[in-house]
């Protein structure tokens, strides 16, 4: 049975820091592209950050240069480190991880991420 366990969320202030961690485990974690997206209230739910099995990143425009995702393959755990965040950011993130050949789909509970003074 596969899980994804999302942490790291919290109310931060602008220009603050968050780290946010997802742990997986019944699956083979070096196998899945690995991301991070999010959902502000009355919009769609939009991608923030992608790893993929083969090792390449893409960020969405609205976080480059503010956000980094990373994987630890010890602790089955990808990162998203977010920085300089700011009240747009404010949204639940929701950690994913696809294996688009073979129809595998997954996703964390979300964590919610505020950001205000």
């Known amino acids: 049975q596969v899980q994804l366990v999302e942490s790291g969320g919290g109310l931060v202030q602008p220009g603050g820091s968050l780290r946010l961690s997802c742990a997986a485990s019944?699956?083979?974690?070096?196998?899945?592209?690995m991301g991070w997206y999010r959902q502000a209230p009355g919009k769609q739910r939009e991608l923030v950050a992608v790893?993929?099995?083969?090792?390449?990143?893409t960020y969405a425009d609205s976080v480059k240069g503010r956000f980094t995702i990373s994987r630890d393959y010890a602790k089955n755990t990808v990162y998203l480190e977010m920085t300089s965040l700011k009240p747009e950011d404010t949204a639940v993130y929701y950690c994913?991880?696809?294996?688009?050949?073979?129809?595998?789909?997954?996703w964390g509970q979300g964590t919610q991420v505020t950001v205000s003074s």
């Open positions: 790893f993929t099995s083969g090792g390449r990143t």
């Open positions: 994913n991880f696809e294996r688009s050949w073979y129809s595998q789909n997954y």
């Open positions: 019944g699956l083979i974690f070096r196998l899945y592209d």
